[in-house]
């Protein structure tokens, strides 16, 4: 029953990442990424790992989709790009494609590696929460001032272009 499970979530999730690619409607990509983001949580839970199946449904599927609906709403999705902007698109995507090709190679060969399966360790949420909120105090906090920073750019950006 559990691999029946997991092929069954893991395809979930495959197929909505590939319908969040080859849909152009912003609303629908969004939609597609809750869902793959609840079937990542379904293969977290099947994983052994409580702590993160919930943390990944009720953090990304929950808050963060929230939050990306909200700025998709703001922006107007019936322009597209200019055409000037384009080509600097184009290159931009190509070269972040190399970056994430790259780095899913290095992954897959740590992944492998003998020494990568002996590093895992069980924890318990006590303890991710005694690390985050004592040792890595700082990144955290830093990383929700970064990601309200750029939600306050998104509105001003928006904000800008209704007034021209």
Do not use: H
Not at 29 to 54: C, E, K, R, T
Not at 56 to 85: C, D, H, S, T
Request: hydrophobic residues 60%; positive net charge.
């Amino acid at each position: 029953m559990a691999y029946f499970l997991f092929f069954l979530l893991a395809i979930l999730c495959v197929g909505s990442v590939l319908g969040m690619v080859i849909s152009k409607n912003q609303a629908y990509n969004a939609l597609f990424l809750i869902l793959s983001f609840a079937a990542l949580g379904g293969l977290f839970g099947l994983l052994d790992a409580p702590f993160l199946a919930v943390i990944q449904i009720i953090i990304y599927a929950g808050a963060i989709m929230v939050l990306f609906i909200f700025v998709i709403m703001m922006i107007n999705i019936r322009q597209g790009i200019p055409a000037e902007k384009k080509k600097w698109t184009l290159y931009f995507s190509a070269g972040l494609a190399v970056v994430l090709i790259l780095e899913l190679i290095l992954s897959l060969k740590g992944a492998f590696s003998l020494a990568g399966a002996a590093a895992i360790e069980k924890s318990t949420p006590t303890d991710l929460g005694r690390l985050l909120f004592t040792k890595y105090l700082y990144p955290f906090e830093i990383t929700s001032i970064l990601i309200i920073a750029a939600l306050v750019g998104a509105i001003v950006l928006v904000k800008r272009k209704e007034k021209e």
